[in-house]
């Protein structure tokens, strides 16, 4: 699916085509995750009549199956749990995660916006989110809330419901076609398929949509692009799975990538090293491998029962090392880390993802393990836990960590699946897309997965909905303030 | 430099916009480095009329700059110097270097053909090489012929003599401005900068020139556009130098980029890690450190004077691994080296890049390097030598290695350079260009350097020549095929 209607060929459209407007607004939104959202809210604040646009026919896109984690750097939140951190830490954090391709400046704002921003989805939205502070791979210190649930879901109902108290709802069913330009090239408009059906992309009707002062693009990643993720990754074919919803689709971007916005980092796509191959999606897997085994459990060679990696590494390194081992890994922890996490995983084990065993050896027995190589790496996993010191792939021990002893004890399988794709059009600090020759496209912003830069090689987990907040806010803003 | 005329703003041209053709022919190639003047070759040869269009003041490209080396698997020569190769095994090779990104069937395509195209260049085009194979960082065995004079100006030479024969010129200071396309979006044309100044780019008239088959873009890379590289890899600043001459820039492609080309991998850039920080452009170093030091000598930290990597891996690992060191590495060998590889570094001795020590403790001295420190790494080099073992990094040893004990001894600083951009526009193996879409452009093929998806991640040394050979000759065997 790339084209709402193939039938019609997209070109782009100048405005002197366009015999009628059907509808005009000040700005006008496209996408309706945690930035498209946030964008509306801020336009809207700042005195711009909005519309928000959806192609499905249920807001908050990819967004709602989110585990709802947010990072942000030197909180009270961290302060509370005697956590030291500062923007400068996470800066650097992410940057060494994306391989030194981040865009600086668009990193820059992220981090020294993101309390402001998490404060404001409290303050503002009403967000709430549970009592305790995580550390995810890739991070050097705790720094990540999670809303209530651990669902984006909890984040998006305040927004839709923030917005309903503005008088804004998003319109379903309604997927971009192409964008209007005026004679100096502005974006000044869209032409939408209204009752878009995903399953069925041959109805609707064209609407044209005059923006006055500007179009925000919010509209995500292409995940679940197969063809458009394999020109850029081959290794990417459908039989590699996406965390990501079906509609996960390119074909926005592409609009963008036609009007000559300038495409950046479109091949790096990031794996989730926590997937659990047998359910589909996202699934609740990552609940028991990002939250327990990676920090207090191993993952090991279905082979040779090897540990084959700090746990505690970024997406790519993690994913990497699962893939190269040819086969899934097995994830596993005790008892006595699940406790000590403080999380539940009776909806994984009531999901069969992970499995529960009254000795080391049956787990073996199970995934097809030599017991004895993996009774010899929790040994030396636990003497590791004991001495504070991880000798082998230099992975932080937490200080309630304890020797993995107490059954019962649990197992799952790793198997990488397309989680976020860090590519996507060039934007500058103030979220402006910019052109191939290196110049704002007037009339166009843009915010979220849509966009490349932020996050160069490798986004770390929990910077995503950072991203989006912050990026939504000042593509909001500024699309509200532009003067046509 | 992006637009060869700033004032006027580059757009694509509709064809019932154009009054009147300046000229006709029935395949329009555009660069004369090795893929375009290949496909110009090889178009005559299919039948076509073929006009080359080159926007420098010299034909060549960036080409003539080049060390003139070609890879190709399971060929006579490798036979005669008892080296057992295949075609798979350098695809792997190929892919391993690539990370996996590398499209499958495109790098099959230009590994089954290598050796037919590297014969093509001796038996057709004239081209003489020295009689030895040499093995560069990544391949598994020695495959990579050298052209006479270890100069691309060898190869190029000979193809602008072979046109001459043809009875076609390269047009010189003539500069892509912009892609023409009739009603049906083929491409059927291209307007371009005639005189053409790359150091005034204010000059010059538009010259409408008609493809009546096709377009064959083959304008190479953008590793010395230092804005266009800079949005893919902010640390490509202007700081770090180029082994490219100064025009090997992006607008070009860019113009592709426009009609909706799709743009694979640009944010892979290739650094040199052969380069020397002590002369401008590619240079001489490489002489030293690629076909001596990389063999038989070692690569030191200039802090510690201790190995920071299997100095034949590929360039990406090793180029990282010398930047993450923070300076400078410097790289060694004594005289033994020196003869055993059977080149001359009298240049770069003579250039003041390599300098000569009578004794190892003066090298040190001349570098910083503590002098026991750099006498221990040698001894263990030496160990790894007599052994035929490299235990520290696992780099294969040469059966003809001796232990470094001969003087004198030679030393140069190392420090990568930009050297070559992996993206470019999507080709299939027909060596058509391949829009957003996924569909092929009609009317548009490109080869070489200005294309992505052959080297994936990371190119390896001497694959580039046998990309732009068997392309450059599918593309122009296509163009003069097409049936408009």
Redesign the interface.
Known sequence: M??PNPETKTTTEPEDHVEHWDEVADVVVVGSGFAGLTAAIEAHNAGASVIILEKMKAPGGNSIISDGCIAAAATPMQQKAGIKDSAELMYSDMLKAGL?????DLVREVVARSYEALQWSIDYLGVEYLDRVDQFGGHTVPRCLTALNVSGATIIRQQISKLRELGIEVRLQMCLKTFVRNADGRVCGVVVREGYDHEDSSGGTDRYIKATKAVVLATGGFGSDI??RM?????LTEKIDSTNKPFATAEAM?EA??I?A???????IQLGPWACPDERGYGVGPIFSEYIVFLYGIVVDAVNARRIANELADRKTLSDAILNTGQPCIALADSKAVEQSGWSIDSCLKKGVVKQFNQLDELASFYGLPPAALEATVEQHNTCVEGKLDRDFGRPIPPDASPMTHPPFFGMRLWPKVHHTM?GV?INVRAQV?N???HPIRGLYAAGEVTGGVHG?CRLGSCAITDCLVFGRIAGRNAAAERP
Request: net charge neutral; charged share 20%.
């Open positions: 790339r084209s030194g391709l981040n865009h600086p063809a458009f020109a850029q990754d081959p290794r592409v990538l036609k000559e300038n495409p950046v980092h479109l091949s790096h590519g060039q910019i191939l020759e290196g090689a």
